[in-house]
């Protein structure tokens, strides 16, 4: 069945760097993109970005640019998302989530995310 | 950025009771517009996507309705499993935004 597997719950000091990966089985990897979404203790969801492995195409959360990187391994079907310059404010839960729909070229628009990993627990304190 | 804004913020119902939750676009996303169900400790579950299309697996009992900035999910008849926080999701525009979502809640 069609599933994405991430990598175990973290912890880290603050000016550290993380590294969660996403592996993906049962569908082609390059035909989908996907999503890095968090959301921190007792909060919302908060999308981070996009990465189409088809390309290399990304997109970042303003928020997010220059802190994070976004890649793919197609020899894996792995998406990989590094945080860089850790804060105790980004502790949080970390998913990564396929697009509904096959990738388009030039994405004009976003999509719904139905196919979602069991999430990352990421803990930075000091 | 596309802000949603979802009510009420919790919903008390008994099971078996009608289920009506909100979403509201701060600009007109067509009917671009998700809504997910997520479950303590469990990732987001996509349950309407297109404002109206249920995923795949999602029973009957859910709908989605709305258009331009006003959107609703309507959980007909509540089973015990359907008390979770749902969240409201845009696709109309960069970067996707999420509502803050809203509780349901057994009363």
């Known amino acids: 069945q069609v599933q994405l597997v991430q990598s175990g719950a973290e912890v880290k000091k603050p000016g550290a760097s993380l590294k969660v990966s996403c592996k993906a089985s049962g569908y082609m990897f390059p035909t989908y993109a996907i999503n890095w979404v968090r959301q921190a203790p007792g909060q919302g969801l908060e999308w981070m970005g996009w990465?189409?492995?088809?390309?290399?195409?990304?997109k970042y959360a303003q928020k997010f640019q220059g802190r994070v990187t976004m890649t793919t391994d197609t020899s894996t079907s792995t998406a990989y998302m590094e945080v860089r310059s850790l804060r105790p404010d980004d502790t949080a839960v970390y998913y990564c989530?396929?697009?509904?729909?096959?990738?388009?070229?030039?994405?004009?628009?976003?999509?719904?995310?139905?196919?979602w990993g069991q999430g990352t627990t990421v803990t930075v304190s000091s | 950025e596309i802000v949603l804004t979802q009510s009420p913020a919790t919903l008390s119902l008994s099971p078996g009771g009608r289920g009506t939750l909100s979403c509201r676009a701060s600009q007109s996303v067509s009917t671009s517009l998700a809504w997910y169900q997520q479950k303590p400790g469990q990732a987001p579950r996509l349950l309407i996507y297109d404002a109206s299309n249920r995923a795949t697996g999602i029973p009957a009992r859910f709908s989605g309705s709305g258009s331009g900035t006003d959107f609703t999910l309507t959980i007909s008849s509540l089973e015990p499993e359907d008390f979770a926080v749902y969240f409201c999701?845009?696709?109309?525009?960069?970067?996707?935004?999420f509502g803050q979502g809203t509780r349901l809640e057994i009363k």
């Open positions: 990465i189409s492995d088809y390309n290399g195409n990304t």
């Open positions: 999701q845009q696709c109309s525009d960069w970067p996707p935004t």
């Open positions: 989530a396929r697009d509904l729909g096959k990738i388009v070229v030039v994405p004009t628009a976003p999509q719904s995310m139905d196919v």
